[in-house]
């Protein structure tokens, strides 16, 4: 069966830190571009972080650079999020998804495959 399936969320008062997890089967992650985005109540979708397949090149949003780190472990057919310093604007359902190319990403576009998606809650 192929999935992805999100991981690692939960409540965490301002200035905590989590990482999330999304976990692929019956599929290879490595062989594909994969974004993480989230949202929020009342907003669009928003793409957080992307990492490339091919060279592992990152990009994040604005909003999060400097405080996300999205990173692959292909022997684990994973990729994390590692979230610090999160800020009450974080809480939002991140989920992650393939992206067929990083302009997708930009747009807010999933791929072929995509997980059911983790809460965040951050506190004041």
């Known amino acids: 069966q192929v999935q992805l399936v999100e991981s690692g969320g939960g409540l965490v008062q301002s200035g905590g830190s989590l990482r999330l997890s999304c976990a692929a089967s019956?599929?290879?992650?490595?062989?594909?571009?994969i974004g993480w985005f989230r949202q929020a109540p009342g907003k669009e979708r928003e793409g957080v972080s992307y990492?490339?397949?091919?060279?592992?090149?990152?990009i994040y949003a604005d909003s999060v650079k400097g405080r996300f780190t999205i990173s692959r472990d292909n022997a684990k057919n994973t990729v994390y999020l590692q979230m610090n310093y999160l800020k009450p604007e974080d809480t939002a359902v991140y989920y992650c998804a393939t992206v067929p190319t990083v302009t997708s990403w930009y747009l807010g576009y999933y791929g072929d495959y995509y997980g059911q998606g983790t809460q965040v809650t951050v506190s004041s």
């Open positions: 019956g599929f290879t992650l490595a062989y594909h571009d």
């Open positions: 990492i490339s397949s091919s060279d592992g090149s990152t």
